[in-house]
Each structure stands twice: as structure tokens, then as C-alpha cells.
């Protein structure tokens, strides 16, 4: 320790703003952004742009690509980041959360001796996909090019000569994959005797997907007195150990509950079905999605092969999909996101490979037609829609296979305040209790929040729709929106429309001559019927609670 040169990590300027906020107004702007820090001497949060005492190069670029405000993880976190203390930060995926460890990286990298010949890079960025490894070389491409702080990505699946020479040639920031930069340290052809800033970008799915040998691998060879920051969707024993082990002293950042969240700003509709009935289904819900004006549309399914298999049965139907899953070629798997990213093609068939990583502003609708293998692998599929102040719908279709997984499903719609599907509270209570005919045939089963009516909450302006299409999904009873009563599966005349505001979900009377589900201020039905139908509620009305939006990368 000795031996190593000292450097410099606390660049931290507290802004006029920052020093003179009384720490009554900094707990209210906290609390209203579900911020929870845990650790000593925390910095009050930047709640401005001009609060983090970023040059003005910095700032320039954050005003011409548009940005109105930090979004929570950034105000928290930039000051920690620019106090040099490590941290961690845990926040759900399209938080922002890659703009909020790049800007102090290059203003770090700024005050450092330039790179001399074969020095390795100052900072080190480390992620589990290269999808998001590429993604966040271009943020750091777009805020690094004005103070020519260089950068290379490296990861498996391309050829290896291209990023060998960048990093032969000298770069500031290394974003990488465990793997393939491991290939490279025992080869020699990089280093990290420079370097001072480390990232652990998604260090719980680093830790899911068996990289805890190479992380281990790679920090031994970083300086002990460097910058650590560690960011993660969710805080499991094991991401709590590495904090531990490769953290000093560090503050702890939590946006929302530190429960499994799924972001506020998705509809999600729950159809119980039979596994047989899933892609008939889907080629009907697809036809819906196919009508509205946004249809950028993301499909995840289990297996390689069902991507294939599914990516061809929804071409011969007459839209243009494509897939991708892990034994795509580095060169089809660019191809394919490039056609998605830029709305070629509006429908993305993927395994779980895309689920993390793949940052596309504008998905609007997440189609579960496989649901995953846990609760936590949904919250960040259909975290791939509702990003950067927009609102999404994710549909999933849930098999009495499924069972097993049902209270998980119920705890995160309950939590995101959806409207939960009738028949997933009975098969969680009773996994046998789902049998043909039990519902009424073969319907499904939505569910859904699409709030509608005028005057209603900022969400509520999509319900008309969006509580049509939760009546829709299943082709049941359940009506939602005003005019959802078209897709009622048994054909029964709609001879009442009670407690319906405008744009609120009609129903069947007739269905609901026991039990009136209809209500909800403003009107808007939650639509359940007697053959199961589970529509979504129709509509939102006055009044209601306002939601926060996330902005940024």
C-alpha cells in the first residue's frame, strides 16, 4: 500500500442551495421520493442540475439531450459519488441510475495524472450483459466526448483484436463483462494498476448469472483504497456480503421499498389460462397492440427454441418480429436490436438475455407469454416498458404450472396497487383448484388497472383504453372501457351500465345480478364476470392518487 501513489477522490463542492436547505425541507423532498440512506455523514441530496457542482461541459450536454431534473438516485448520489465514498445504491432498472456513477467517474477521471503508455484505465465499470455494457458506453460516450475522456467496451461474442487495441491505445473507462475482462488481464493486454473508480452495474444478476469467481478475480487486482460504488435492483444476503467485503464505510441508497417493486407507471393484466390456449391468445392480443399508435412490443418466452418457434408463428400471421436469445452471434444479436431500437421491427421475442440490459425508451407493452421463474425476473421484464416518464402495459399469462408462483405475482400487483385477477388469489390459495370448465370453459382472466374517465389522475388518460384492452385480453365478460363490451365472449347483451363515469368500463348486468363489482369513483367497473372474465377496472375518474415519474438512463 505503501508503494502506490496517492490520488484524489473527494472533488465535492456542496452548492450555496445545498448548505443553506434546512434538513426539514431535505427529509420532505426524501420522503416524497422514497428515499431511505443508510450510513454516516450523508450529503444532502442535489435537487437541481447546478446543485452537483458538475463543469460546464457536463452540464451542457445534460441540457441539450433535455433532462428537467435529477431523478432520485442521482440527487442522492451524485454528491456521495463526488464525496469519493463508496456506496451502494439500490433502485429499480430505468431509474436512472447509469447517469448517476458516469458523471462523477469522468469528473474523477479529470482530476487524475493523464494515462501514461500501457497504463489501464482509471475507471472500471462492470456488468453482466453486454447489452447494457453497450448501453452504457454510449452515456459515457455522449457526457465524455467534450473533455476527450476515451472509452472501450469489452465483451464476449466479438472479436477480440478491436478491443484489445483500444485498450493497448490507452482509455480512460473500461465498461466490461467479467469474462471477457479476465481474458484480457491474464493475457496481458490490460491492467489495473490505475485504477481508482470501481462500478458493479447490477451486481445481484452479476451474482444470479455465476460471476462471483471473476468479480473476486478482478477486484484483487485493483488498489484497496479505490472507489467502489455497487448498484443493484434488489439486496439479497449475497449482495449484502459482497457490499460488505469490497465497501468501506459506505452509504446506502434505497429508492422505494427495499420489497420487490415493480415501477408504479405499468398496467399489468394477469390472464390464468391453460397452457394450450397461450399462443391463440397471443395472436389476438397482438392484433389489438397491431392498433394502437404506439406497439413497440417486447415478448418473453423460456427457451431458445421458443423464440424461434414463436418468432415465425407471429411473421406467418403477418407482422414483422424477430428474436434473440443467447446463441445469436454478436453480429445477429446487434442486427436485431438495431432493427427493434429503431422500429423495423415492432415485436421483440426474447429469453431472459434481454431482460436486463436492453434499454429501449419506447416499449410500450411487455407480453409475459412464458412466465419466468420468479417473481423477481418479472419485475425486470416488464421493467423493460414505462421508462423515462412514459407509462406501459405488461400482460402475462399465468398457467396452473405455475401455481406455485401465484402469492409472489399477487404481493407485487398489490404492491404496484393493480387490481388482481380473481382466479390468481383462488389458485394461490389452492394450486388444484384450477380445472377446465371450473371458470366457465376456456376463458381466460385479465386484470388491470385502466383507469379512464375525464378529470381523472395523469394515469387515468390512458384507462379508457387500457381498461378496454383488460376486457379484451380474456374475450370474457369483463368489460373496461367504454366500449369493452364488444369483446364479451358469451355474446350476453349489455342491458345495464351502472356506477360508469365517462369512459368508464361497462358490464353485464345480468353477470352482476348477485354481486355489483362495478364502482370506483368516477365509474369503471373491475368487470368480473360469472364465466370468469376479468376485464380490468374500466375507469378512473376524479380524484385518485398521483404518481411519480422516473426520468433518465
Known amino acids: 500500500m505503501s508503494a502506490l501513489p496517492p490520488f484524489r477522490k473527494d472533488f465535492y463542492q456542496p452548492h450555496p442551495n445545498v448548505t443553506t436547505r434546512s434538513s426539514h425541507l431535505v427529509e420532505a423532498y426524501r420522503s416524497d421520493k422514497e428515499i431511505t440512506v443508510k450510513g454516516t455523514n450523508v450529503p444532502g441530496p442535489n435537487i437541481f442540475f447546478e446543485e452537483g457542482g458538475f463543469p460546464d461541459y457536463v452540464l451542457n450536454e445534460i441540457r441539450r439531450q433535455g ?50 503508455r500501457n497504463d489501464g484505465p482509471i ?46 491505445r490507452g482509455v480512460e473507462i473500461c465498461i466490461a463483462t467479467p469474462g471477457r475482462l479476465i481474458d484480457f488481464l491474464e493475457r496481458g493486454t490490460t491492467n489495473l494498476r490505475r485504477c481508482t473508480y470501481l462500478v458493479l452495474d447490477e451486481a445481484d444478476r452479476m451474482l444470479d448469472m455465476g460471476f462471483e469467481p471473476q468479480i473476486r478475480k478482478i477486484v484483487e487486482q485493483i488498489r484497496p483504497d479505490r472507489q467502489t460504488l455497487m448498484w443493484s435492483a434488489t439486496w439479497p444476503k449475497e449482495v449484502r456480503n459482497l457490499a460488505e467485503e469490497f465497501l468501506t464505510d459506505y452509504i446506502q441508497i434505497n429508492i422505494g421499498s427495499l420489497q420487490l417493486a415493480a415501477n408504479h407507471n405499468i398496467l399489468q393484466i394477469v390472464d390464468v389460462c391453460e397452457e394450450y390456449e397461450k399462443e391463440g391468445k397471443l395472436m389476438k392480443l397482438l392484433e389489438e397492440i397491431s392498433n394502437e399508435p404506439e406497439n413497440k412490443t417486447i ?74 421463474s420468479n417473481s423477481e425476473d418479472y419485475v425486470h421484464r416488464i421493467g423493460r416498458t414505462g421508462r423515462s416518464q412514459r407509462t406501459g402495459t405488461a400482460y402475462a399469462f399465468f398457467t396452473p404450472g405455475n401455481a406455485h408462483k401465484a402469492s409472489d405475482l399477487i404481493q407485487v400487483l398489490e404492491e404496484a396497487k393493480q387490481v388482481v385477477n380473481p382466479k390468481l388469489y383462488e389458485l394461490s390459495r389452492n394450486p388444484g383448484i384450477y380445472k377446465r370448465g371450473r371458470y366457465g370453459g376456456r376463458s381466460g382472466g385479465g386484470g388491470g388497472r385502466g383507469s379512464g374517465g375525464r378529470g381523472g389522475t395523469s394515469r387515468g388518460s390512458r384507462g379508457g383504453r387500457d381498461g378496454e384492452r383488460g376486457g379484451r385480453f380474456d374475450r370474457s365478460n369483463g368489460g373496461g372501457g367504454d366500449r369493452g363490451n364488444k369483446w364479451n365472449g358469451n355474446n350476453s ?61
Open 493 to 553: 347483451s349489455i342491458t345495464s351500465n351502472k356506477n360508469c363515469g365517462v369512459g368508464g368500463g361497462n358490464y353485464n348486468s345480468k353477470a352482476f345480478s348477485q354481486n355489483n363489482y362495478g364502482g370506483g369513483s368516477g365509474g369503471g367497473s373491475s368487470g368480473y364476470s360469472q364465466n370468469g372474465g376479468y376485464g380490468g377496472s374500466g375507469g378512473g375518474g376524479g380524484g385518485g392518487s398521483n404518481y411519480r415519474q422516473q426520468n433518465g438512463y
Open 67 to 116: 433532462f428537467g431534473e435529477p431523478t432520485a438516485i442521482q440527487a442522492q448520489g451524485w454528491p456521495i459519488a463526488l464525496s469519493g465514498r463508496d456506496m451502494v445504491g439500490i433502485a429499480q432498472t430505468g431509474s436512472g441510475k447509469t447517469l448517476a456513477y458516469i458523471l462523477p467517474a469522468i469528473v474523477h477521471i479529470n482530476h487524475q495524472p493523464r494515462l501514461n
Open 299 to 372: 415478448i418473453f418466452v423460456e427457451t431458445k427454441r421458443k423464440v424461434d418457434d414463436i418468432t415465425r408463428a407471429i411473421n406467418r400471421y403477418g407482422w414483422q418480429a424477430i428474436g434473440i436469445h443467447g446463441d445469436k452471434s454478436q453480429q445477429e444479436r446487434d442486427y436485431v436490436l438495431n432493427q427493434f431500437r429503431n422500429s423495423r421491427s415492432a415485436i421483440l421475442v426474447a429469453t431472459d438475455v434481454a431482460a436486463r440490459g436492453l434499454d429501449v425508451e419506447d416499449v410500450k407493452f411487455v407480453i409475459n407469454l412464458d412466465y419466468p
Open 123 to 168: 475507471a472500471l465499470i462492470l456488468a453482466p450483459t453486454r447489452e447494457l455494457a453497450q448501453q452504457i458506453q454510449q452515456v459515457a460516450s455522449d457526457f465524455g466526448i467534450s473533455s476527450q475522456v476515451r472509452n472501450t467496451c469489452i465483451f464476449g461474442g466479438a472479436p477480440k483484436g478491436p478491443q484489445a487495441r483500444d485498450l493497448e
